[in-house]
Structures are given as C-alpha cells and as structure tokens.
C-alpha cells in the first residue's frame, strides 16, 4: 500500500491487485499465484468466471467457486474480486 502526498490531501490510499488467468491456469496453479500475490503484497485479486471455455485451446476455465474456495484456505489478507 503506497501512500503519497497531493497538495493539501495528506494520503492517498492507492491498492494494486493481480490478476488470476482462469483461461490460462489449472486451479492448482490459480492457487499458488494468489499466495505468492498476498506474499508480494498485492491487496486483492481478481479472477475470471466462466461456465465453459470459448476456446478449445482454453481448456482449463475451473469451476470458480471451488478456486476461490481453496485460495481463501491458504491465503490470510488478500481480497478476491471477481
């Protein structure tokens, strides 16, 4: 979290977050980046929903929910976004 200084605003609150390539990861991978983005300090991370890939070539698009599911049991501060 970075804090910067505008004119009279004492601070600014500025939050950077990380994206999670449901097209381009299997669940298990999804999982250990979102640790190793809570480790970095990124405060949330946004994740892609889909029922079905639109490619063949993208064929991992997990069941969200349960991706979700197992980031927040490893992970203690970041926020998900979806």
């Known amino acids: 979290m970075a804090h910067v200084k505008l004119g009279n ?3 600014e609150k500025i939050e950077i977050g990380y994206s999670l390539m449901s097209e381009e990861h299997v669940p298990i ?4 980046f979102a640790q190793l983005a809570e480790q970095a300090n990124f405060t949330f991370a946004t994740i892609s929903d889909h029922y079905h890939p639109w ?7 997990p069941f969200v929910w349960s991706t979700i599911g197992a980031i927040s049991q490893v992970t203690k501060k ?3 976004v979806f």
């Open 9 to 11: 605003v004492d601070s």
């Open 29 to 32: 991978e999804l999982v250990k």
């Open 78 to 80: 970041i926020g998900c």
């Open 55 to 61: 490619l063949d070539a993208q064929g991992q698009s």
